[in-house]
């Protein structure tokens, strides 16, 4: 899951991007309206967490911007304007959430999570496939009854695999779906946690790469086709590409304020 953070108090959107970055979510972050329209513009993602009350642009017409173009991105307004009349308001804007500060991070989380759920195609809790299960309420996987015990990253990119039911994810999708705006989708970024998470996984392999298109969880475990190496190479070098099969990027908080700390552990716009 990919988000974006529209908030101008620093500390605050410091603290909301760490969390949410533990808990295995891409986070981009803009301090002003005009800022967030563009990463927008140019960037697919699954929720904006949106303060009203932005320098610039105000929050409120990010929130029309977003509806009138009819992004699929779910809009969780957090602000301090805490009125019965100011929750109506902002729903009626388009929202899909309204959140006010002060908030629990642990809440925030929950209505995050669930934003995200309406942008995909609901799933079953736990997921299972090819001898993996994965828990995405828990953050836990595991591969025939053995616990996994996997970075952030690591999880993030098996759980997309996953989800993707056995279809090819692009090197691309993965960049735009796990790692922040600044990952260069010509890094080796995806080929070294794919890497990391295929020794974790153990035999037989089960992450399949197809050449020059991306990688897919193996409908049997067994081992590499013959080209999967080279095409893990092939891959990273042409990870810009967008390829038939790639579908994650068709998607064509001011005031002080307190918070808990993080703990550490579709419906169609019309």
């Known amino acids: 899951m990919r988000v974006l953070l529209v908030e101008d108090e620093e ?4 603290m909301v991007a760490d969390g949410l970055r533990r808990d295995a979510i891409a986070v981009d972050v803009a301090s ?10 140019f960037g697919a993602y699954d929720v ?24 699929l991105t779910r809009v969780l307004m957090l602000t301090a304007a805490g009125t019965v009349r100011d929750r109506v308001a902002g729903l009626g804007l388009g929202a899909d959430d309204y959140l006010t500060k002060p ?3 642990d ?19 736990v997921i299972e496939r090819a001898g993996l299960v994965m828990d995405g309420a828990r953050r836990q996987a595991s591969r025939d009854g053995r616990y996994l015990s996997l970075s952030r990253k690591e ?3 098996l759980e997309v695999l996953m989800r993707a ?18 990952t260069s989708y010509r890094t080796n970024a995806v080929r070294v946690t794919l890497s990391k998470l295929r020794t974790k996984l153990g035999e037989p392999q089960v992450v399949e790469t197809v050449p020059g298109v991306g990688y897919r969880i193996a409908d049997v475990p067994g081992d590499r086709s013959p080209n999967a190496a080279a095409g893990d190479q092939a891959l990273n070098s042409t990870a810009g590409e967008r390829t038939p099969n790639s579908t ?10 307190r918070v808990q700390a993080p703990n550490s552990a579709s419906r169609d716009r019309s």
């Open 248 to 257: 994650a990027g068709e998607r064509t908080p001011n005031s002080a304020s």
């Open 103 to 105: 908030f629990a991070y």
């Open 11 to 14: 500390f605050l959107a410091e």
């Open 155 to 157: 999880f993030a990119v």
């Open 165 to 182: 039911d056995g279809a090819v994810v692009s090197g691309e999708d993965l960049i735009e779906q796990v790692w922040e705006e600044d």
């Open 107 to 125: 809440e925030l989380l929950a209505r995050v999570l669930a934003l995200g759920r309406r942008v995909h195609p609901a799933l079953p809790p």
């Open 48 to 71: 904006l967490v949106l303060d009203r009350d932005l320098p610039g642009v105000h929050g409120d017409e990010v929130c029309r911007r977003v509806v009138e173009q009819r992004l």
């Open 32 to 41: 002003d309206g005009a800022e967030g329209l563009r990463k927008l513009r």
